[in-house]
């Protein structure tokens, strides 16, 4: 058990850690956009670097795909399903209004096929054939949809359907989007390689285009989503990489194709000039350590969860200073694992980030005479 009598701000010396000098100017404001919501996201270190009301419930329109898709490659990682196996068109799923992959009541079609479909031609009857597959109902494939959601930790979404036709009570949150393109990203790399990329997809001949048109004007993005319906406006989810870094831009709202490009592109670009990123420490890296009284060890390692990854002013990484709030005094016994305080990582007086640090090993209680010791030199802390 931790005991904790009170807390200290102790100040580490990770870092170096430079007065502030007048050239050390404020990080510009993002740009002023005309989305309903927006929210720019670096994706190594998770940061929000710009934002306008990002956890508001909006329509999501097609963009609900992408939770679609993720369900899909977490079966295909799990061996529930291969990109080969056959898939037979029902009725429902060519009944399907909106976009479309034109699949026929009977067809059967690859899994492959219909990702595709889903992805490149926003598919809604590649969307239903895809969810029946899985689940045999849509219905019960939206429950799964509504428990991956809460298991991502996607507190301000909640879904209807497949597809993201409007529907009562169907909804996202631009950050939501970011966080569930992020998760495509990282549990999924070769399936995303795999579908997010391309600009054409097709199927009985006729050939279809990839509604993000950034992937044909900004080499920088690798992939994304959009969305659009007469309700919930124009939405995009665009992902970019330069210089080592991804960011995931997400607009929804805007009142065009055009708006919801420009602005999206707008928010890239604002991250890639003025923000850089970099690995401050290494997985189990030790950042620190602690006194622990009456334990069979004296120091107990501070460590976060895997590497740190922050975004910070570009080309001002000695001006980054960090500090960590630990307890004053622990006592043994400790367990790995246990979480001990927070490293807050600034910028001039910003905080850019807040990262959870754990016990970084177990230590157990000492022998009577260790506590009997300790007990006496405690009094004297």
Known sequence: MLHIKRLVLATCALLASMSVMAADLPIPSAPSLGAKTYV???????????????DQRVEPASVTKLM????????????NLSPDDMVTVSKKAWEMKGSQMFLKVGDKVSVDKLIHGLITAS?????????????????????????????LGMGNSRFQDVNGLPQEGHYMSARDIATLYAA????????????????KFAYNGIQQYN?????????????GKTGHTESAGYNLVASAKADGMRVISVVTGTNSENARKSQAEALISY??????????????????QIRVWKGDETQVPVVAQGAINVAYPRGKRDKLTTSAELPATLSAPVEKGERLGTL??????????????????????????????????????
């Open 40 to 54: 720019l996201v670096d994706y190594g270190s998770g940061q929000t670097l710009a934002a306008k009301n990002p």
């Open 68 to 79: 679609t898709a993720y369900i899909v490659f977490d079966e295909i990682a799990k061996n």
């Open 123 to 151: 598919g809604n009857d590649a969307a239903v054939s895809l969810a029946e597959y899985v689940a045999g109902t849509t219905s019960t494939f939206v429950d799964y949809m509504n428990q991956y959601a809460k298991q």
């Open 184 to 199: 495509i990203v990282r549990e999924f790399p070769k399936l995303y390689d795999t579908y997010f990329h391309n600009k």
């Open 211 to 223: 509604r993000n048109t950034l992937l044909w004007s900004d080499d920088r993005v690798d992939g």
């Open 271 to 288: 991250a890639f000039r003025f923000y850089q990123e970099a690995e401050l420490f290494g997985a189990d890296k030790q950042i620190a």
């Open 344 to 381: 807050a990582i600034k910028y001039n007086d910003q905080v850019l980030k807040e990262e959870p640090l754990y016990a970084g090993k177990t230590i157990a209680e000492g022998g009577y005479i260790r506590q009997a010791m300790d007990e006496i030199l405690m009094m004297f802390q």
